[in-house]
């Protein structure tokens, strides 16, 4: 089996792994790195553009792992896309609002290469997409002319971390490979947590997000959420509005489920929720597609239990903020020209306004600087907005849709791997898990890939 890196950088960035087993190939992921521009933030699809791939399989819809799909099917034509039936109702609706997010960012920052594909392209492509159950074995190789078989399969395993999110089994004739994606083993509000008690395989492919957080031991997402709801009530009791930046799949989904149910203890006074276009639209897949998963409060519909409104381009600017409104919207690192980024600017210097974060927050983004904030002490926050002095309240919840370390590790033991590769972590969090797995399981063998790296097991 071998294994190439094709992220560009060497942190969480983009993911996509080429996979070659029993002369066949396939890609896991196309992801498109969200802090590098233009061509920068695609895999290193070039690397590998003389080679045949048969398949491409996706874990999940997040920009990270999917964004550059078009772009990968142009290098790999002969592809086909293999999914969960989840993320076939959610992938098409990532990629379109790609295309708008970059055009915007042509116009505004003036990036010449955006946007890196079009509206077009997207639906010629659709046809290759495949939606799958999870726990089910699929035959993902084109057979030679020999007609030699048996052919590699893979089966998706649900991750637990959006809807749709899988970890992916590619079986071999001799070897196996389990891949993760990004998983959250515990409850979250409605997703039920991973389910890979039974995975085993030779070589296990691991994310890495919180490598370097270490485990809390207070920690419960149960008082994490008392916590939260306490902070919105004082908010409320002020008179102010709340904002809770978060991203449009998954997180936004978790929250709004969060206030329904405390709504209807009555822990929370029944406020209308303002949420953006695309977390709409995702919160209908949601409601819509609850059947086809393992979830908490399955008929918990989010349409129905909460007053939903969607903002309208403007509305971030202009719309009153006293009386006590909350925000539930896009972006989650807030962004430029989304409506976290403009609501964050108008609330900083108001006491009367609270932000809390539930989720990570790059240190170079606006959201990060934010958080990073001292109150009164005047920081940079963006290039259109310039320097914000904070007043507001603010707070942190970890609230995350990622595995802890220790979960990772414990993991790799329980797959018994003879190989353990790392992605998706900064590399401080892969060195940690590097350091665990190799001094509790001295006889794997852990790499830590550079981009382009090619690992041989
Ligand atoms: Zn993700
Ligand atoms: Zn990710």
């Known amino acids: ?41 695609l895999p290193l699809y070039d690397s590998v553009a003389n080679l045949e791939v048969d398949a491409i399989a996706l874990t999940h819809c997040h920009h990270d792992h999917c964004g550059s799909l078009p772009v990968a099917l142009r290098y790999f034509p002969r592809a086909r896309v293999l999914m969960t039936e989840p993320s076939y109702f959610i992938v098409e609706r990532v990629l379109h609002n790609s295309v708008n997010v970059m055009k915007s960012q042509r116009a505004e920052l003036g990036i010449a290469e955006y946007p890196l594909f079009h509206h077009r392209e997207i639906d010629e492509i659709a046809h290759l997409f495949q939606g799958y159950k999870y726990r089910r074995e699929i035959e993902w190789a084109v057979p030679d002319y020999a007609g030699e078989r048996p052919l590699p399969t893979l089966e998706f395993f649900d991750a637990g971390h959006v809807l749709g999110s899988a970890g992916i089994l590619i079986r071999g004739k001799k070897e196996s490979l389990f891949y993760t994606g990004d998983i959250c083993f515990d409850a979250q509000t409605l997703l039920a947590g991973a389910r890979f008690d039974e995975i085993s395989a030779d070589v296990l492919l691991m994310e890495t997000t919180r490598g370097n957080t270490p485990a809390q031991k207070e920690w419960s997402r149960t008082a994490e959420t008392a916590r939260l709801i306490t902070h919105i009530n004082d908010a409320l009791g002020k008179n102010g509005s709340v904002l809770i930046p978060v991203f449009a799949l998954g997180r936004t989904q978790e929250i709004l489920a969060l206030l329904a149910l405390e709504m209807q203890t009555g822990r929370l006074p029944c406020r209308p929720v303002y949420i953006g276009g695309l977390g709409r639209v995702f919160t209908e897949i949601y409601d819509l597609e609850a059947h086809r998963i393992e979830r908490q409060h399955p008929n918990l519909s989010l349409l129905e239990a909460l007053n939903l409104a969607v903002l309208e381009k403007g509305d971030a600017e202009r719309m009153n903020l006293a009386g006590g409104k909350l925000f539930v919207c896009t972006a989650g690192m807030m962004s430029e020209h989304t409506a976290a980024h403009d609501l964050a600017v108008r609330m900083a210097g108001d006491v009367r306004q609270s932000v809390f974060f539930v989720g990570y927050a790059d240190p170079n983004s606006p959201g990060g600087r934010f958080k990073a904030s001292q109150p009164g002490v005047p920081f940079s926050f963006s290039d259109s907005a310039g320097e914000l002095t904070r007043r507001c309240a603010m707070e942190t919840f970890d609230l995350t849709a990622h595995a802890q370390r220790d979960e990772l590790v414990d993991f790799a033991f329980q797959v018994q791997p003879r190989v353990v590769v790392l992605g998706h972590g900064e590399p401080g969090a892969r060195n940690w898990i590097v350091e665990q797995v190799q001094e509790q399981l001295p006889k794997i063998s852990v790499h830590s890939p550079l981009p382009a790296s090619v690992i041989d097991c």
């Open 1 to 41: 089996m071998r294994i190439t890196n094709l992220n560009p950088g060497d942190d969480i960035g983009a993911s996509a792994w080429l996979v070659e087993i029993d002369g066949h190939r396939i890609l896991l992921d196309a992801g498109m790195h969200p802090r590098h521009e233009g061509r920068a933030a």
